[in-house]
């Protein structure tokens, strides 16, 4: 990977520090959240530092340990008991503004490109319109929660289309990285995400993301 600006790197691990204290402040200081995340992002960080996920044609893929895992932790929160139970405790409000972290994503996915890392379909000037989710985020936090003047009802119209427009960008992401099965950025594949501090960005942040409209769904279908 060629040499980037600093400045790059730093924006996003500043984004994913932000992620982190939303996180653990959503959750309610949650100490198993705050540790299960720390070790994880530390993990990850020295797996991508060897180099281990610049490898893409081993079987099984190795980009499977850092997509698995989050997805795994997701699901347990969302179908067992006890997982359920922690849920119902989380302060979804926090978890809706949490998604302000999708600006600076898209920003340094803009910059990534700039630098022939990630093609122009993963930005907002391609296919990717995932900055509205984060550029409305603070605007659903203080109407939706702190006023109360949307219904429930808009409420979750609002995460369904961030739902699709995460699932959007995931697609292209994928589609796009230098695998058997990539369909876009043959020119300028997508390589950003198996470096460090870039894996973070599928490794954490985007779950994080899915986990935030989940649990709001969740809660508002259910209040309703």
């Known amino acids: 990977m060629e040499q980037l600006p600093i400045y790059i790197a730093v924006v996003f691990i500043l984004t994913a520090v932000l992620t982190v204290l939303l996180l ?34 081993s079987v099984p893929p190795r980009f499977a340990l850092l997509l698995f895992p989050p997805i795994v932790f997701i699901a347990i929160l969302i179908f067992t008991k006890r997982g359920r139970t922690a849920m119902d405790g989380f302060n979804v409000s926090l978890l809706t503004l949490l998604n302000i972290v999708r600006i600076p994503v898209e920003l340094t996915l803009y910059w990534l490109y700039l630098h022939k890392l990630v093609p122009e379909v993963m930005t907002f000037e391609g296919r990717n319109f995932d900055i509205l989710c984060g550029l409305t985020a603070p605007l659903v936090y203080y109407w939706g929660y ?24 995931v697609v292209l992401a994928m589609l796009s990285a230098p695998f058997a099965f990539q369909k876009f950025g043959f020119e300028q594949p997508n390589i950003a995400i198996f470096y460090f501090p870039f894996v973070w960005l599928p490794g954490f942040i985007v779950p994080v993301a899915l986990f935030t409209h989940l649990a709001a769904l969740k809660r508002l279908i259910r209040s309703k």
Do not use: D
């Open 24 to 57: 653990y402040k959503a959750t309610n200081y949650s100490k198993q959240v705050i540790i299960i995340t720390l070790l994880w992002l530390v993990l990850q960080a020295v797996v991508s530092l060897t180099g281990y996920y610049t490898v893409t044609n």
């Open 146 to 169: 702190i006023k109360n003047a949307l219904s429930k009802n808009a409420l979750i119209v609002w995460n369904v289309l961030c739902l699709m427009l995460l699932t959007n960008i």
